[in-house]
């Protein structure tokens, strides 16, 4: 693989599980995903999947006790994090790699002016002296399009409104340039015209800065507005992974091909959406085989025995499930769940 081609980003058999009372939990169950410069990877699934603590666990912000990264690599231009000092980690955090938090009021010092909390990190990780911060970090603020941004700079998180408060977000999360982005849900509780601008804003800032982009979310239209390649996440796991215009032709799994389902059609004259029967398995007590088997219309005794691999198909698709390894026996369910 050249220089060129080496994916920015690797993670390779992530684990991160919660040791409590009530047991372990397995939140990340062994994921892997690779990001190359200029990509934006979605990474989607229903509340409770994993896609969050994903995110935490690559920036090593689990809170432990209780969690821990049992098992896996995250390798950023070849090191691994998961080896990483915490005075390493601290250097590569909001610098090399950024995230945009999903709810700014919780992440945002609710008593330091927000221009303020900019130019500490560019004070922190730039070297830069007080003044060249400042005003640094209210030009950070105009290009993330606040207006009157030397005015806004000098108040505190309250004064401004949800838009701004994430507009705020994404300036400090963009002060040092970083190579990688996560964005947690960046545009949740937003209205639908402070969201177009949020996506647009990213997309224009990562067309500028050439990064690569994790954006987390569970909606599946901004899925196909900003990414180029999609992984599905189902309690803990990724089961299907592939370029965005592939999952929304031909989802294979059946879980993806449920999601995309339940989603509201222009065209068609229905009153009741589509939705996916029966619950997500506890993450404490998770089944031995298939963990959507008891929710699957196509669900076959090995389903409930075994959990499949993520097998990659002969189109670059991959897909953990077993109807699509020469295991499965009904070839005509096959054939219809594909179609």
């Excluded at 939140?27 to 979605?42: H, M, N, P, Q, R």
């Excluded at 963009?174 to 996506?199: F, G, S, Y």
């Excluded at 993806?256 to 059609?265: F, N, W």
């Amino acid at each position: 693989m050249t220089e060129k081609n080496k994916p920015i980003l690797e993670v390779k058999g992530l684990k991160t599980h919660f040791y409590t009372k009530r047991g372990v939990s397995k939140a990340v169950d062994g994921i892997d995903f690779s990001l190359y410069k200029g990509e934006t990877l979605g990474i989607v699934g229903e509340s409770g999947c994993g896609k969050s603590m994903t995110s935490l666990s690559i920036l090593r912000l689990i809170p432990s006790p209780p969690g821990k990264i049992a098992g896996g690599q995250v390798l950023f231009k070849g090191k691994d994090l998961v080896a990483m000092s915490e005075d390493e980690m601290r250097k590569i955090r909001g610098n090399e790699i950024s995230m945009i938090f999903q709810e700014p009021m919780t992440s945002l010092n609710p008593v330091i002016p927000v221009g303020e909390q900019i130019a500490e990190a560019l004070r922190l990780h730039q070297k830069m002296g007080r003044k060249a911060a400042w005003e640094k970090a209210v030009e950070m603020l105009m290009l993330v399009g606040i207006p009157s941004p030397e005015k806004r700079a000098k108040q505190e998180p309250f004064q401004l409104s949800g838009g701004m408060r994430q507009r705020v977000m994404i300036a400090m999360a963009l002060a040092c340039t970083p190579e990688v982005l996560i964005a947690d849900e960046p545009t949740t509780a937003l209205d639908v015209t402070i969201q177009a601008q949020i996506l647009e804003l990213i997309k224009d800032l990562q067309n500028k800065l050439g990064m690569g982009v994790i954006m987390i979310t569970h909606d599946l239209g901004v899925v196909a507005e900003t990414c180029d390649t999609v992984a599905v996440m189902y309690a803990g796991n990724i089961i299907e992974h592939a370029s965005t215009k592939k999952i929304f032709a031909n989802p294979r799994h059946p879980y993806t091909q449920g999601l995309l389902d339940s989603l509201p059609k222009i065209h068609e004259d229905k009153e009741e959406l589509q939705t996916i029967e029966g619950s997500v398995p506890s993450p404490y007590n998770m089944p031995a085989g298939c963990r959507f088997a008891s929710r699957c219309p196509y669900q076959q005794p090995i389903c409930h025995q075994q959990q499949p691999e993520l097998i990659e198909q002969n189109d670059g698709v991959k897909v953990r499930c077993w109807m699509y390894t020469d295991k499965w026996a009904d070839k005509v369910v096959k054939e219809e769940a594909v179609k």
